[in-house]
């Protein structure tokens, strides 16, 4: 069995529950409606780097990534359709949606492929590390919207060596691909959190939560110390030794990738 193969997941996706996560979850919602553009980018960009890469292992291990990525951003795709039907508001969400498409293509037509590797490298090795953190501190519940996001970090985590992989393979350089890859995580969270900024402003005050959950001193010291985890890995990727093959991944990944296999509808190997 390939490693990181291609599933094709079923998720039954509540349209109250996207609601109700509004106020709480809106950076998570941010997120999701960034990637039917920020991924099918890095697969562009991988298509490209296919042409020239020689490496057998590593031209399979980008198909692998592109199957994948393939279905993450169309299963995020369903859930960003069902929240800009929400209110009638969201549907000013495309003129980011347009923005961020448009660099996009931008990337693609006008800039090196050098430099389209490491932008995905470095958005790469910043979701293996929230995808890491999500499964030390793993949130309770199996909605339809947690697995789908659960099974997504599962998959970013599967794959985190390829995007590092092709680059060494087809250039190297280690300040290129942290200045970029940098430039690139700059460029990508800033959609994220236009997209919630705008999410959350637009939520109707009578949708919003009544009461303002009061966070004992115990939630927010765990908070911090999640937050200052994720930044220590992050950090981690920018050092000269960094490589995410040599990454520790908690145990309990590897049961979660034989569940999300187990569920699939259907798993490819691609040709
Ligand atoms: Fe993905
Ligand atoms: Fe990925």
New binding site residues.
Partial sequence: MNDMPVRVMQFDLDPEEIKRSIPTFAHGLGLSMTLPYL?PY?IRSMRVALEFATDEKIIQDVKQ?IG??GQ?FRQHQKLNDILRETYPAYAGLQEIEDDMEADYQRFTKTMSLRFNLAYAEG??AA?CSLARQALENPEPGDTGMQRLFKWHGT??VE?RTV?FDIYHHLYGGYFYRLFVGMFGQYHFFKYVFRFANYISKHCPDSDKPKTLEVKTRGQKDLERKALLSLLGKVLKTYSPFYNPAKLEIPEMHASMSTQYSNEAIDTRVME
């Fill in positions: 991924e890095l990534f994948q990525e993450h958005f790469e979701t998959e970013e794959h995007t």
